[in-house]
Nanobody, 122 residues
Framework: QVQLVESGGGLVQAGGSLRLSCAAS????????MEWYRQAPGKERELVAQ???????NYADSVKGRFIISRDNANRTVYLQMNSLKPEDTAMYYC????????????????WGQGTQVTVSS
């Protein structure tokens, strides 16, 4: 089993910054992508940022130019640097591991973290 543990959320004023971290509990063989999602109360979960196994990145239009996704393979950690935060960025943020294969021949699975709350005050 692979566990994803998010950290770094909190309360910040509009215009401020936060860096979220998502650490995988074990090594793994291959992964298609690591993703950050968010879900605000009463809204659907939305994809915020993605970094693929080949290190390509994709962002939701609402965060382009403000958020940066990156990863540290040695520490099995993916980060989401969030700058110029807005009240509308307030949400629970989740990381996801897509198409993860723990070892050669193992099945491909998706894993989710428990989430970390980000609150941006105006």
């Amino acid at each position: 089993q692979v566990q994803l543990v998010e950290s770094g959320g909190g309360l910040v004023q509009a215009g401020g910054s936060l860096r979220l971290s998502c650490a995988a509990s074990t090594i793994f063989f291959r992964i298609n992508a690591m993703e950050w999602y968010r879900q605000a109360p009463g809204k659907e979960r939305e994809l915020v940022a993605q970094i693929t196994g080949g290190s390509s990145t994709n962002y939701a239009d609402s965060v382009k130019g403000r958020f940066i996704i990156s990863r540290d393979n040695a520490n099995r950690t993916v980060y989401l640097q969030m700058n110029s935060l807005k009240p509308e960025d307030t949400a629970m943020y989740y990381c996801a591991a897509r198409g993860l294969v723990r070892f050669p021949g193992a099945p491909t699975r998706d894993y989710w973290g428990q989430g970390t709350q980000v609150t941006v005050s105006s």
